[in-house]
């Protein structure tokens, strides 16, 4: 049988508490089960009992992503309702700690569905420079007509990917009951009006150059 685990003083109080109800079973079964368990639970709190001993606000340390101790950081996570990715996702314990602080810190479930949310995990699937135009309460087939449950987003035609990537990509952004349509967009962005003057833009509007209808 393993030995029983080494109790932390916030672990071994609430060990000690639980004493007068616990039997020879709950002392040695199931390889230390209870032990273990408290060890687990009373971890987290050993820590906040350890800042509070030098900080009077010893919470405002824990749930701060930037100043969370690092065996804490899974418990400052359960708080702002963020799944942290697997260790085993990352090359270097470095690497993992700075990804789990970042999500933490911008907590992507209360951004899920806003337009910055959308437009960035469309970029992930475009290429490094792309257009990419998200156009609300509009639907393709009928864009004159204003409707709250409609959004179109717009890239060049010849850039990838295909409709069926971009929507996959825009699917977690979308509120139930709206719609989301892609649509390709003829014309040359500002990112390849190399040698381009204003002599060759005369007699389109502003509103041609921001809808990239021009040649």
Known sequence: MSPAPALLPVSQDIWDELGPSLGPQDEVGEEH???????????????????????????????DPDRCPLEMLPWCAGMYG???????????????????????????ARRRGTLPALAAAVREVLPDVAFLRI?????????????????????????????DVILAAAEPHRPRG?????????????????GTTWDD???????????????
């Open 178 to 194: 709206h719609r989301f349509h892609h649509l390709l967009a003829t014309g040359t962005p500002w990112y390849d009006l190399t």
């Open 33 to 63: 089960l209870l032990a273990n368990l408290i060890a687990t639970t009373g971890a987290p709190l050993q820590v906040l009992h350890d800042l509070a001993l030098g900080d009077a606000r010893p919470l405002a340390i824990a749930l």
């Open 201 to 215: 833009l005369t007699g389109y509007t502003w509103q041609d150059l921001t809808d990239g209808n021009f040649p």
């Open 82 to 108: 963020v799944v942290l990715p697997e260790l085993s996702a990352y090359l270097t314990f470095l690497a993992w700690e700075t990804a789990a602080r970042t999500l933490i810190r911008e907590r992507p």
């Open 135 to 163: 156009v609300r309460r509009r639907n393709p087939a009928d864009f004159d007509t204003d409707s709250r449950w409609e959004l179109t987003i717009l890239t060049l035609d010849g850039e990838p990917p295909s409709s």
